[in-house]
Each structure stands twice: as C-alpha cells, then as structure tokens.
T-cell receptor, first 114, second 113 residues
Framework: GNSVTQMEGPVTLSEEAFLTINCTYTATGYPSLFWYVQYPGEGLQLLLKATKADDKGSNKGFEATYRKETTSFHLEKGSVQVSDSAVYFCALSGPKTSYDKVIFGPGTSLSVIP | GAGVSQTPSNKVTEKGKYVELRCDPISGHTALYWYRQSLGQGPEFLIYFQGTGAADDSGLPNDRFFAVRPEGSVSTLKIQRTERGDSAVYLC???????????FGSGTQLSVL
C-alpha cells in the first residue's frame, strides 16, 4: 500500500541555517504530494503541495520538488527562523483514480534556536 | 464557523466506557475525515465521508469504533468499551475539493484511565 517515510528528528538548527527534511514515498501510480506543518498549540495545516512529477511546491520560503525518479519530496528552506519551529509531516494522496485519502508520514520535529 | 470545530477538546474516561467525539466541519465542505494521532506519530487514517456516506472506513481498528454523519455536515466518532490503547488525539478534517488539501480541527485529546 501507499506509504511515506521521513527523516527522523528532532532536528535542531541555528537561525538562518539551511534546512532539509527528507521524504520518500511508496505509491502506485502518480500520487499528489504534500507537506503539512503543526506549530506548537495549533492544528495541522497545509504548507505546500505538488501534483505531478517535476512540480515545485513553495510557500513561506519553503520549497519541495516532486521527484518521480527517486520517489522523493524533500522539504528545503534557505534560511530558517525561530518561528519555523514546528513538526513537519510529509503526506501523499491519490492516485487520481481514487478519492483523496491522505496518508501521513511520522513527522519531523524542527527546533530553531536564536 | 471559520474553521473545523471539535468538541470536547479533552475527554477523560474510564476503561470500558462509551465516548462520543464531535466534529463540525467548515460549511460547504462535503468531504470529512477522522484521523488518530499518537504522541510522536503522524496522523493515522480512520474513516472518510463523502456527504452522508462512509466512503472508506478501512482505517477503523475494530468494531468498537463507529462514525456517523447523518446530514452530511456534523460527524460523530463513537468508541465503545474504551481501552487504554485508545488514548490519543482524535483529529477531524474537512475538504471542499478532491485535491488533498485538508483543513484540520484542533483535535480531541482522549485519555482512557
């Protein structure tokens, strides 16, 4: 069945450091890929998404590129801020022939220190 | 309301008791999902509604769990004969389009003593 694997955390970075959180997936067909974020004390929210190969999703300075050849969707940010401290979840849904059951990875906790 | 609302925010119960968890989705969202999240884990799919019908209940762990959405809006997740292993945060999400963009509530923290 479909599944998502993420790098284990927690990840601790200094402010303005470069961030990469690895995500790989297993799926039949061509799923849509997502990064969701959970800030402390808040509910899960969509950060970015990509729906087909080579698409790049971006939001709030974060980017992720849908790599079909490596079945990956790594999250990157060039310069993290303290406010980026949160838990990040890679997720997938689809393929398009089925409804959008979204499957989540285990999450990666990020702490950014001043 | 502006977002997905879940009540109660916290529920403490004793082993063997029955509980109901409520979800009020964003108005107009036809799709509704229930997930369960244990500490340090990602959300685990339980059940999906499209309108009033449960389109996929493959994630319900056993027959003690049941969910309804009688009028295609509010949904209730029901757990019978609760066990300590049921303790988790139960998340509800709704969606307007079949695009995987889910809007989550803040969850109900269920603690079974």
């Amino acid at each position: 069945g479909n599944s998502v694997t993420q790098m284990e955390g927690p990840v601790t970075l200094s402010e303005e450091a470069f961030l990469t959180i690895n995500c790989t997936y297993t799926a039949t067909g061509y799923p849509s890929l997502f990064w969701y974020v959970q800030y402390p004390g808040e509910g899960l929210q969509l950060l970015l998404k990509a729906t087909k190969a080579d698409d790049k999703g971006s939001n709030k300075g974060f980017e992720a590129t849908y790599r079909k050849e490596t079945t990956s969707f790594h999250l990157e940010k060039g310069s993290v801020q303290v406010s980026d401290s949160a838990v990040y979840f890679c997720a997938l849904s689809g393929p398009k022939t089925s409804y959008d059951k979204v499957i989540f990875g285990p999450g990666t906790s990020l702490s950014v220190i001043p | 309301g502006a977002g997905v609302s879940q009540t109660p925010s916290n529920k403490v119960t004793e082993k063997g008791k029955y509980v109901e968890l409520r979800c009020d989705p964003i108005s107009g969202h036809t799709a509704l999902y229930w997930y369960r999240q244990s500490l340090g884990q990602g959300p685990e799919f339980l059940i999906y509604f499209q309108g009033t019908g449960a389109a996929d209940d493959s994630g319900l762990p056993n027959d003690r769990f049941f969910a309804v959405r009688p009028e295609g809006s509010v949904s209730t997740l029901k757990i019978q004969r609760t066990e300590r292993g049921d303790s988790a945060v139960y998340l509800c999400a709704s969606s307007q389009n079949r695009d995987g963009k889910l809007f989550f509530g803040s969850g109900t923290q269920l603690s079974v003593l």
